[in-house]
């Protein structure tokens, strides 16, 4: 059995994000995450603050480290882990932590750029030469702050369409039974005959 799961949840960087160097770069930080409920009266509320420990690894958390800092919308999408550890007083206990594969900011509270230059000049081999400026795509959410994070997004791939199903010729539609057919020999009864 498993001790992780996957999850993806949107929030605040609670704390200024840590990051540590060398072999084994990790980047830690706490994400606040408000439990939200709307009432009878229709208003949304708080109900709940909850804080999770989140950890990044290798050059994730490295670039996480440069991009992000405490009071950040962010979206994180990892998997949860449970850790059973001993407090100092000699207790057992069990705690979780988020290993994030992703940070991204949350375009619903922050101001995100998209800048399309790179997609640009890799189409233009085949579309024609590249526009001259940077294009820059910039969404803003309800409660838009001063945030800017300029994202490098490359193209999706284009999938292969499937492959479309060629129509059965008159003698193969002919040939195939239109209801299962009963063994042949055999009598109601299954006794044989």
Same mark, same amino acid.
């Given at each position: ?38 009432? @009878?009266? /229709? !208003?949304?509320? *708080? ?6 420990? =989140? &950890? #990044? ?30 407090? @100092?007083? /000699? !207790?057992?206990? *069990? ?6 594969? =992703? &940070? #991204? ?45 300029? &994202? ?42």
């Amino acid at each position: 059995m498993s001790n992780a799961f996957p999850a993806t949840t949107p929030g605040r960087i609670a704390t200024d994000p840590q990051y540590t160097g060398g072999a084994n770069p990790r980047l830690t930080f706490r994400l606040a995450v408000d439990d939200r409920s709307q009432g @009878q009266d /229709g !208003e949304w509320a *708080t109900r709940q603050t909850v804080f999770h420990d =989140v &950890v #990044a690894f290798g050059r994730s958390a490295k670039t996480f480290a440069d991009l992000y800092r405490k009071g950040d919308p962010v979206v994180i999408s990892g998997e949860v882990r449970f850790n059973n550890y001993t407090t @100092q007083a /000699g !207790e057992n206990r *069990t705690g979780t932590q988020i290993v994030a594969r =992703v &940070v #991204a900011p949350d375009p619903r509270l922050c101001q995100v750029s998209i800048d399309r230059t790179r997609q640009a000049e890799r189409g233009a081999g085949a579309d024609g030469p590249a526009p001259s400026a940077p294009q820059t795509t910039t969404q803003s959410g309800a409660a838009a702050e001063a945030v800017d994070v300029q &994202v490098d997004v490359p193209p999706p791939p284009v999938p292969a369409p499937p492959p479309v199903p060629t129509p059965p010729t008159a003698a193969e539609a002919a040939a195939r039974p239109r209801w299962p057919q009963q063994p042949t020999g055999t009598a109601t009864g299954g006794v044989g005959v």
